[in-house]
């Protein structure tokens, strides 16, 4: 059995992202470094990945819980088109 699923992150997910971005002893790990300030801030973050996840330079998905679906955080990947030896977490 699969413990963990990604999926597509959702407009309905704008809660939760702000529970994990705002908290700035979780966001002292990531790679944005930006801390969210408002619900308003996770709604853009949700518009942006989607409209990065169309060019196919990026992909942002929500990390859930398959048992549950919980949403318990988010996963991005970067396509770097001239340098496919480089991957980043």
Known sequence: MKLITFRTLTVEDISELYQFYSDKSVMKY???RVVMESLDDALIFVNEQYLMEESKLTIRKGVELTKT???IGS???WYYENKPSICEN
């Open 69 to 71: 679906k919980e949403l």
């Open 30 to 32: 990531q790679s944005i």
């Open 75 to 77: 996963v991005m990947y």
